[in-house]
């Protein structure tokens, strides 16, 4: 069983810069690590993704260009770089593993518990 735990999140203003970590328990050998996350009252939703190896990571339209999703194998740790940020990045950022390649939620087997991420204008 693979345990994902987010750090990173916090309180920036418009403008501003944050990177989140995705650190595993175990290998991430052979998963994608997606991006998602949920604001109170609406579904999660596709940030980005990254392969194992090599690879386009994918993003989701509204974020490209200002976040960047990268991995440390060696650390078994995924990052994502996040930069002009807005009031409508706020949200609960989650990591998580799966075997495709994927924009969908259901697609992935193992969650992290969240990170809050508050963008103030």
């Known amino acids: 069983q693979v345990q994902l735990v987010e750090s990173g999140g916090g309180p920036v203003q418009a403008g501003g810069s944050l990177r989140l970590s995705c650190a595993a328990s175990?290998?991430?050998?052979?998963?994608?690590t997606g991006w998602f996350r949920q604001v109170p009252g609406k579904e999660r939703e596709f940030v980005a993704v990254i392969g194992w190896g090599t690879g386009t990571p994918v993003y989701e339209d509204s974020v490209k260009g200002r976040f960047t999703i990268s991995r440390d194998n060696a650390k078994n740790t995924v990052f994502l770089h996040m930069n002009s940020l807005k009031p409508e990045d706020t949200a609960v950022y989650y990591c998580?593993?799966?075997?495709?390649?994927?924009?969908?939620?259901?697609?992935?087997?193992?969650w992290g518990q969240g990170t809050q991420v508050t963008v103030s204008s």
């Open positions: 175990g290998s991430f050998s052979g998963y994608y």
């Open positions: 998580a593993l799966g075997r495709v390649i994927s924009r969908v939620e259901r697609m992935y087997a193992y």
